[in-house]
């Protein structure tokens, strides 16, 4: 049974910090490039970061390059997010992603339940 838990999610002042952890279990985690997404209340999902398989990194929106870190631990299953400097834009709903190709080219994509984010003085 596949599983993304994500965890670490909160209320924070605006500039202050957290990170997201995303705890993976019922596949391969080395085999998939993981993902965070988020949603905000009336926006549509949007992506944060990216890591590959080889831990090659992607931070693909430009209000969050420089505040926002993905890594992952391949030993542990898990997939993180660093955010530093909180603003209260980052308020959203906050997604693990995991996605995957075997060698027929079949795709497998999984989703977290997600974990909020809450960044309010």
């Known amino acids: 049974q596949v599983q993304l838990a994500e965890s670490g999610g909160g209320l924070v002042q605006p500039g202050g910090s957290l990170r997201l952890s995303c705890v993976a279990s019922?596949?391969?985690?080395?085999?998939?490039?993981m993902s965070w997404y988020r949603q905000a209340p009336g926006k549509e999902r949007e992506l944060v970061a990216s890591?590959?398989?080889?831990?090659?990194?992607?931070n693909d929106a430009d209000s969050m390059k420089g505040r926002f870190t993905i890594s992952r631990d391949d030993a542990k299953n898990t997939v993180y997010l660093q955010m530093t400097s909180l603003k209260p834009e980052d308020t959203a709903v906050y997604y693990c992603?995991?996605?995957?190709?075997?060698?027929?080219?079949?795709?497998?994509?999984?989703w977290g339940q997600g974990t909020q984010v809450t960044v309010s003085s």
């Open positions: 890591t590959t398989r080889s831990g090659a990194r992607t």
């Open positions: 992603h995991a996605h995957g190709i075997d060698y027929t080219w079949r795709t497998y994509d999984y």
């Open positions: 019922g596949f391969t985690f080395s085999n998939y490039d």
